[in-house]
């Protein structure tokens, strides 16, 4: 008999959402992987009567940044964990006109300009090479679900957008949004890969709920921290009334 608590649903919490308010936590569990250790010790929990997991990205006290985190531990361990759909949230800088501070999409695609991090479980230590699709890099029907929600409780979300994910932690130049834009991406963040990748190749279905929090370098005219700050409350209230909503659904799918 284990008494292990389990969930089938992980949030994956960025900048701006180290915690997960409202989630009654029953177990806060640390996990050692065949990677290392993950960002933070799992939260295992209830909220709004749906069985989750936190995790936060950055470390309890927001102390990893981008280039730093282990993101195949944390995969990993929620994967272990028994988590089958992950709804990972990030803020983001906008880049497209219509994704401006506060507003929150739902992107369908991605651009990877990360480099140096060890972006596969493939890395030659074991006995097997794996070529993943990513045709669909956030899962469809996590995305859908997310954006169903969010248009149930009437607030506006966009359905779409390419994420471009840079290295970090500096923010951009003017010059490296202008090539992003012409590359096709409406928003920019760093942590997106190889999160979604390493989801993808451990077979968890991965959806990103993005939150524009300034906008990109160059594109608009206030000053970004400063945007950041304004930006960051507001709209983090909204991401957690868009999961309250797609939680029972994620939890009772497959
Ligand atoms: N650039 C990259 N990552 C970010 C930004 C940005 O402007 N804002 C929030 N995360």
């Not at 994967?79 to 497209?96: D, L, N, Q």
């Not at 990877?112 to 890099?137: C, K």
């Not at 993808?200 to 300034?214: D, I, K, P, R, T």
Request: net charge negative.
């Amino acid at each position: 008999m284990s008494d292990q608590h389990t969930a089938r649903i992980a949030v994956i919490g960025g900048t701006g959402m180290n915690q997960w308010p409202g989630l009654d936590i029953r177990e806060q569990r640390i996990v050692e992987t065949p990677y290392g250790k993950p960002s933070a010790p799992l939260l295992i929990g209830n909220i709004h009567g749906i069985d989750a997991v936190f995790l936060a990205r950055h470390g309890e006290g927001h102390t990893l940044p981008p280039h730093a985190i282990n993101y195949r531990a944390n995969i990993w361990a929620l994967r272990e964990t028994g988590v089958k759909s992950v709804v990972a949230i990030a803020a983001v800088g906008g880049i497209a006109p219509w994704f401006p501070p506060a507003a929150v999409a739902a992107p369908v695609d991605l651009v990877d300009y990360t480099w140096g991090r060890v972006h596969s479980y493939s890395d030659g230590s074991g006995d097997h090479v794996q070529h993943i699709e990513f045709n669909a890099p956030y899962h469809t029907r996590v995305r859908r679900e997310l954006v169903h929600a969010a248009l149930a409780a009437k607030i506006d979300i966009i359905d779409g957008g390419v994420m471009g994910i840079t290295q970090g932690p500096r923010l951009e130049s003017p010059a490296e949004i202008k090539r992003m834009q012409r590359d096709g991406c409406d928003m920019v963040g760093m942590t997106g890969m190889p999160e979604a990748a390493l989801a993808c190749e451990l077979g968890l279905e991965y959806a990103c709920l993005a939150l524009s929090v300034n906008w990109a370098c160059g594109i608009g005219t206030g000053e970004i921290h400063a945007e950041i700050a304004q930006s960051i409350e507001q709209g983090m209230s909204k991401v957690r009334r868009i999961l309250q909503g797609a939680l029972p659904v994620l939890a009772g799918s497959r």
